[in-house]
Each structure stands twice: as C-alpha cells, then as structure tokens.
Antibody, heavy 117, light 110 residues
C-alpha cells in the first residue's frame, strides 16, 4: 500500500537547522508532488510548500520563503524538508503528504521538531 | 487566522447527524476542489472527502461533502464515538498560490 514514513523526532537550538526525511513506498515516487504541512501543539494545519520530483519544481509558502528548502533523492524515493534559522515558534509536528491532483493522501506519521535552548 | 473559516466546535449525540461548514472566497473554494481531513488526536490527518464530494475507498457513506459557491460542507450521519476528532477543510488558493486550510472543527459526540 502507499505509505510515507518520516524520520524521528529532533531537538534543535534556536538558530540551527533541521532536515526531516519522508520515504515513499507503494507507488512511483516521481509521479506525484510531495507537500509539507506543519502543526504546532493545539493548533491547526499550516502548509509550507510542495516539490515535484519529476520536474524539479518547488513552491514555498510566502511565510517560509528564504528559510525552507525542499529536496529529494529519487533513487531512494525520499523527500526532504530543511528549515533553517529555527526559533521557538517553529516547534511543531511536521508532516509530508502526497499530492494526488487536488488532495493530500496519504500523510506521513509526522516528525516532532522541538526548538529549545 | 486561517484563510478558510470553520466553526471551532460542533457536538451531537450518538446516532445523530452533524454538519461542518467551511467558508472561503472565489480565489479558493469558489474555483477549486475542496478536500476534508479527519485528525484523531495524536495521529496524522487522514483524507475523508476529495473533489468536493467523493469518498476514498474505505470511508463509509456516513460521510458526505458538498460545495456551493464559496462554501463547502461536511456531513456526518449516524454519529459514533469513534468519529470524535478534528476536521479540516482544505483547497488550493489561486491568488496565494498555496494550499489553504480551515482552522479546524472539533467534533464531540456526546
């Protein structure tokens, strides 16, 4: 079945960077975009951006422009999201999700990133 | 503040019906498909409805979706305690060139 498996929890200091991975299985990795969405504790879903592993195109939410980089390794069907200049407000669960036309399905299990001094 | 507007909470008794609204604008709901996601606390969101009113395989027909103009609605009939979760609407916003979500609605089955 189609599955996205993310890397484990991270603890980072303010100013550092974090790189979260998302390994896809059960489908051809280059066929669909991967989107990244985050959720702070007790808050709603916040979209961060998308990447297309076939065309090489990416698109980032304005809020994260300049701080986020989405990359991938097609040979191992894995997407990455790197967020730099971390601050306490970046503490959240980060999700990857496959974009099938106009919907996000499935989602990864989530990766908790904690930013604390 | 979210681009799409949902009520913070709804509640109903087991076996009853509930609807959750999602209001947007012409740049998002008005001209794009709406999806709905269910998130049980502590777990990842799960696709519930796509293309306004279609259900992925495995989603019971107790769940339905509709769209009219710049608003969408999620309906759940025959409520079960297992339906207690947060529900989010989502769509593409052509002006922002971004995926936008509602703030989420917490469903309580009394």
């Amino acid at each position: 079945q189609v599955q996205l498996v993310q890397s484990g929890a991270e603890v980072k200091k303010p100013g550092a960077s974090v790189k979260v991975s998302c390994k896809a299985s059960g489908y051809t990795f280059t066929t669909y975009d991967i989107n990244w969405v985050r959720q702070a504790t007790g808050q709603g879903l916040e979209w961060m951006g998308w990447m297309n592993p076939n065309t090489g195109n990416t698109g980032y939410a304005q809020k994260f422009q300049g701080r986020v980089t989405m990359t991938w390794n097609t040979s191992i069907s894995t997407a990455y999201m790197e967020l730099s200049s971390l601050r306490s407000e970046d503490t959240a669960v980060y999700y990857c999700a496959r974009n099938v036309v106009d919907r996000l399905d499935p989602w990864g299990q989530g990766t908790l990133v904690t930013v604390s001094s | 503040q979210s681009v799409l507007t949902q009520p913070p909470s709804v509640s109903a008794a087991p076996g009853q019906k509930v609807t959750i609204s999602c209001s947007g604008s012409s740049s998002n709901i008005g001209n794009n498909y709406v999806s709905w996601y269910q998130q049980v606390p502590g777990t990842a969101p799960k696709l519930l409805i796509y293309e306004n009113n279609k259900r992925p395989s495995g989603i019971p027909d107790r769940f339905s979706g509709s769209k009219s103009g710049t608003a969408a609605t999620l309906g759940i009939t025959g409520l079960q305690t297992g339906d207690e979760a947060d529900y989010y609407c989502g769509t593409w916003d052509s002006s922002l060139s971004a995926v936008v979500f509602g703030g989420g609605t917490k469903l309580t089955v009394l």
